[in-house]
């Protein structure tokens, strides 16, 4: 099975206590382990698959109890880096509707330093660019083009979730799809949310946004669209796979658990490239990776809520 290196931040997210309310209301917050890129990595490795984290955290308590969690899952951190800035952190609250309000407080995420050993380990592996954070500069930004550029030889596999966040891009929209194409374009598959999907193309209606991201190279798209499941679409054929129905009590790591679950099926295939053109196979791993997303919804938190293969079997 392929490892999958999973680059970007590992940060707390101090969850609000008394759902319902936003964060100008909220009082009491727990603490969680968050930040996409890691979530995706444990994902995998609940699923029982390989993945590596590479990202930072602070060398405090709060950096020490989030690769703890990593670890009890199984994740491989010893490409994880710490720094004497202090760990990231992110408040997070859910409203009414089970969506998110969200302020981060940037520290370690965006220390990471590029190391060029890694690029060996890329060969015949796969590499997911999931960080939120990345685009904002820092180390971590440099650190991210570098290891993109590595993984650019034709035995890697690149997958990219743009995790835009509004707040940290206001007013600077354009910014950040600019960051974003070069990583569009090489990507297996690119996987977005339909908020995503429309403010990277520019076009408001789904069918066009998809044309587009065709258009500028990506092969395989995945349009992420909640409970009514996901779009898939290839240069062959376009089809939303809808998901289960579930009671959904928070969204947080949805989007997370979906691509891990894509990942580890990819890793579990020889031919990458037969497995890619085949629309059976691959509706069968969206169907699969739409139900992780599912049963993450149904409890709070992100990693607590990723589904096991156990689970995902029954
Ligand atoms: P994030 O906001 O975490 O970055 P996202 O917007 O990409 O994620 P969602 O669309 O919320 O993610 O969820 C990912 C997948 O999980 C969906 O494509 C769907 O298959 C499944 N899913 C999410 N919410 C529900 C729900 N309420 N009912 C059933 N399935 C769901």
Redesign the pocket.
């Known amino acids: 099975m392929k490892k999958v290196f999973c680059i970007g931040e590992l940060l707390i997210d101090f969850v609000a206590e008394n759902q319902g309310k936003n964060l100008s209301v909220a009082k009491e917050f727990t603490k969680k382990a968050g930040g996409?890129p890691a979530?995706v990595a444990c994902a995998i490795s609940k699923l029982e698959g390989k993945s590596v984290f590479v990202g930072c955290v602070g060398d405090d308590p709060f950096g020490n109890f989030l690769l703890n969690i990593l670890e009890e899952n199984n994740v491989d951190t010893s490409m994880a880096q710490k720094s004497n800035i202090f760990t990231t952190l992110a408040f997070v609250s859910i409203d009414d509707d089970?969506e998110?309000d969200f302020v981060f407080s940037r520290g370690a995420d965006k220390e990471l330093k590029y190391d060029s050993t890694l690029k060996k380990d890329f060969k015949n592996n796969m590499v997911h660019f999931g960080a939120a954070t990345a685009m904002l500069g820092g180390n971590l930004e440099e650190a991210y083009n570098r290891y993109f550029f590595d993984a650019l030889t034709k035995d890697s596999f690149i997958s990219f979730?743009p995790?835009y966040r509004e707040d940290l891009w206001k007013h600077k929209e354009d910014v950040f799809i600019k960051k974003c194409m070069p990583f569009i374009q090489k990507s297996h598959p690119g996987?977005?949310?339909?908020?995503?999907a429309t403010l990277l193309s520019g076009k408001k209606d789904l069918d066009e946004a998809c044309n587009f991201l065709h258009q500028t190279g990506v092969a395989i798209i995945?349009?992420?669209?909640?409970?009514?499941?996901?779009l898939l679409s290839t240069r062959d054929f376009r089809k939303t796979?809808?998901?289960?129905?579930?009671?959904?009590v928070d969204?947080?790591?949805?989007?997370?658990?979906?691509?891990g679950c894509m990942l580890k099926q990819i890793a579990e295939h020889d031919s990458l490239e037969l497995l890619l053109e085949s629309e059976q196979e691959l509706s069968q791993i969206?169907s699969k990776?739409?139900?992780?997303?599912?049963i993450?919804?149904t409890n709070f938190g992100?990693i607590e809520s990723l589904p096991t293969q156990k689970q995902l079997d029954s």
């Open positions: 996409a979530n089970g998110r979730d995790n996987k977005f949310s339909l908020e995503e995945v349009v992420t669209l909640g409970k009514e499941g996901t796979i809808p998901s289960i129905e579930v009671s959904p969204t947080t790591g949805a989007g997370d658990a979906f691509i969206v990776a739409n139900k992780a997303g599912a993450t919804t992100a």
